[in-house]
T-cell receptor, first 114, second 115 residues
Framework: DADVTQTPRNRITKTGKRIMLECSQT?????MYWYRQDPGLGLRLIYY???????NKGEISDGYSVSRQAQAKFSLSLESAIPNQTALYFC?????????????FGEGSRLTVL | AQSVTQLDSHVSVSEGTPVLLRCNYS??????LFWYVQHPNKGLQLLLK??????LVKGINGFEAEFKKSETSFHLTKPSAHMSDAAEYFC?????????????FGTGTRLLVSP
């Protein structure tokens, strides 16, 4: 099984719908992240969390919200999806104790908003 | 401010020929630098990382990168390309300053390998 699991892997939805992307990890890492990938733009940070009680906005948090339900679970919500939120979304984890900053990624959730 | 520039959006090579993917960075502090690879429909996987030890870093699948502070570069190389190397590659910098520092991703270089 993958260390970082994202569900769903693919989702097509309509403008205005509420969408939740879920992420769970078995690595025991304290830090979790949500990134968005768009062609030619690399990855951009949406939200990150250091622990269950610590949620922080990234560079493009508008239109998104997150919930850290447990150390191992970090979900991303789009309250009212719009077409320019069509993208590939990645969850990632890192280990503060390791100190290197290395990220471990899930396989991505491809979201299409019509 | 921290930034990463990947100088080529696409690189095409023939199988068996050398690979060079270029990356330049800007950082206020001594950085950690990474190369990640993304195969189609997959997440990003760490290829190699530089964290202020040896300047020549060896990674998985025969890749290596050299940290050159004077040139603010961290180019990725491989002596002989394989078809399975076709993927997108991301250069990433973390400035090692005080407090939490976010990773800064380059825009990616797509490597195409022809037979």
């Amino acid at each position: 099984d993958a260390d970082v699991t994202q569900t769903p892997r693919n989702r097509i939805t309509k403008t205005g719908k509420r969408i939740m992307l879920e992420c769970s990890q078995t690595k025991g890492h304290d830090r979790m992240y949500w990134y968005r990938q768009d062609p030619g733009l690399g990855l951009r940070l949406i939200y990150y969390s250091f622990d269950v009680k610590d949620i922080n906005k990234g560079e493009i948090s508008d239109g998104y919200s997150v919930s850290r339900q447990a150390q191992a679970k970090f979900s991303l919500s789009l309250e009212s999806a719009i077409p320019n939120q069509t993208a590939l979304y990645f969850c990632a984890t890192s280990d503060l104790a390791a100190g290197s900053g290395e990220l471990f990624f899930g396989e991505g959730s491809r979201l299409t908003v019509l | 401010a921290q930034s990463v520039t990947q100088l080529d959006s696409h690189v095409s090579v023939s199988e068996g020929t050398p690979v060079l993917l270029r990356c330049n960075y800007s950082s206020s502090y001594s950085p950690s630098l990474f190369w990640y690879v993304q195969h189609p429909n997959k997440g990003l996987q760490l290829l190699l990382k530089y964290t202020s030890a040896a300047t020549l870093v060896k990674g998985i699948n025969g890749f290596e990168a050299e940290f050159k502070k004077s040139e603010t570069s961290f180019h990725l190389t491989k002596p002989s390309a394989h078809m399975s190397d076709a993927a997108e590659y991301f250069c990433v910098v973390i400035p090692l300053g005080p407090g939490f520092q976010k990773l800064v991703f380059g825009t990616g270089t797509r490597l195409l390998v022809s037979p």
